[in-house]
């Protein structure tokens, strides 16, 4: 009985402590926030990406309004989806897996997936 009601007072600064871990151990190196890897995905959208992703796709968060690609706002793809076609290319659009870094490629996914899911 006794040790039962010291585990049940221990246990929550336990999870507290596995949580922190956990948390830090998942973060990507460079330990980025959601809104950190949201804005770099944006950057790399509008000018970072060469060739620029805007140069083909309209997407309106990012103001862009290339016409080559299908329109982002309409093929609302999830983030699988778009770090597919970076990492493999599809049709006429090249492959990244070069040119971008992984983090790069998941930060760009997270950015599409949740601003073409945004608008309309
Ligand atoms: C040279 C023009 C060009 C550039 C630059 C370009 N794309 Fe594309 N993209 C296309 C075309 C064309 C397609 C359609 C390919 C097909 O379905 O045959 C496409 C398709 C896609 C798709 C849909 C994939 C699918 O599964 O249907 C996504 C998502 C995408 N592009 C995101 C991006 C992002 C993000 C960038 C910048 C890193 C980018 N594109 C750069 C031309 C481009």
Do not use: W
């Not at 949580?19 to 890897?37: I, K, N, S, Y």
């Not at 076609?85 to 090249?94: E, S, V, Y």
């Not at 897996?97 to 073409?116: D, F, H, M, P, T």
């Amino acid at each position: 009985m006794k040790l039962n009601l010291q585990r049940r007072k221990a246990s929550p600064h336990a999870f507290a402590i596995l949580f922190c871990l956990a948390v830090l151990t998942a973060l990507p190196a460079g330990a980025q926030t959601d809104a950190d890897q949201l804005a770099l995905g944006k950057k790399l959208f509008m000018q970072g990406a060469v060739p620029a992703c805007s140069a083909c796709h309209t997407l309106k968060d990012a103001g862009a309004n290339g016409a080559i690609g299908p329109v982002l706002d309409e093929l609302k793809p999830d983030a699988q989806r778009i770090a597919k076609a970076l990492r493999n290319g599809i049709g006429q659009m090249p492959s990244y897996a070069g040119s971008l870094s992984e983090a790069q490629i998941l930060a760009l996914a997270q950015y599409v997936s949740r601003a073409s899911s945004a608008a309309n």
